[in-house]
């Protein structure tokens, strides 16, 4: 197993099976992470960690006077961001795709007046100079809004063993790799300490009881989907065994078949101004 300094090896990997997960997942979870979101006074938009283009796509047509310049350091995510964002042709002029290392942006002081960020300081090394670069390339009074992980927070009622044992070998392997699965809850601190002005923090979460059986459904077979996308990676780097996966797979199961079965996921969303 690697340091917590080593590169990052993105768990999920980059066919195109997992980009398709990435747009679906953009789009199951757009109005948790949306609902607070306003670049309606903005114009030009920064969205660091663009990847496939999939909260790019939610940007564009969400705000439609806004241009969005994404930025990202995979090629391939990259070239799918572009193939699918020009599937639209009312989003032409609106948008620029370019491959940057968010640590040390190549654009100048005030160059854009908000900045979106969204599951992608999890995946760096150093989340504070990320954030300092944003706060150096956005103009006095622009917005930031920055949306991540807090995986100690995932619940799951009846009790799942294997699922656990899954999920810590999911996170472990994230922070071995110098990502950060329990990001979220630091997003204040940072912020604060980037320089930024009026921060503010919401937990939003995700709850499902047998009151609403058939979101605790779609909420459990999405995360399934989620965690399963990892499990070639975590048991080729022997951070699991193949047994636990297949446990997992059926504890996951039984918890959505159960009638008082229960789901519940935190995550963190910051907002900040310069």
Not at 152 to 180: C, E, H, I, R
Request: glycine share 8%; aromatic share 14%.
């Amino acid at each position: 197993m690697g340091g917590h300094n080593t590169p990052f090896p993105y768990l999920h990997g980059f066919n195109p099976d997992e980009q398709q997960r990435l747009r679906r997942q953009a789009e199951f979870g757009e109005f948790q992470v949306y609902r607070d979101v306003d670049f309606t006074e903005c114009r030009r938009i920064l969205e660091v960690g663009c990847g496939v283009g999939a909260q790019t796509d939610i940007l564009l047509r969400r705000f439609p006077k806004i241009h969005v310049t994404g930025i990202d350091m995979s090629d391939v995510q990259l070239a799918a961001a572009k193939e699918f964002l020009g599937r639209n042709e009312s989003y032409a002029g609106r948008y620029e795709i370019l491959k940057m290392d968010a640590h040390e942006m190549e654009f100048p002081d005030g160059s854009f007046d908000g900045a979106f960020l969204c599951w992608i300081l999890e995946h760096v090394k150093d989340p504070q100079k990320i954030l300092r670069e944003v706060r150096r390339v956005l103009k006095a009074g622009g917005k930031i809004f920055v949306t991540e992980v807090m995986n100690s927070t995932f619940f799951l009622d009846p009790y799942s063993p294997n699922v656990w044992k899954y999920w810590m070998a999911f996170n472990d392997y994230q922070y071995d790799g110098a990502g950060d699965p329990f990001v979220g809850a630091k997003l204040g601190n940072f912020l604060s300490d980037a320089g930024f002005k009026d921060v503010g923090t919401k937990i939003k979460t995700w709850f499902f009881d047998k009151r609403s059986p058939e979101a605790r459904k779609k909420m459990l077979a999405y995360w399934t989907e989620l965690l399963m996308s990892g499990a070639e990676q975590l048991i080729n780097a022997k951070y699991v065994e193949e047994s636990v996966v297949t446990a997992a797979k059926e504890e996951l199961q039984a918890v959505q078949d159960h009638p008082d079965g229960v789901f519940m996921y935190s995550f963190m969303q910051a907002r900040a101004r310069v």
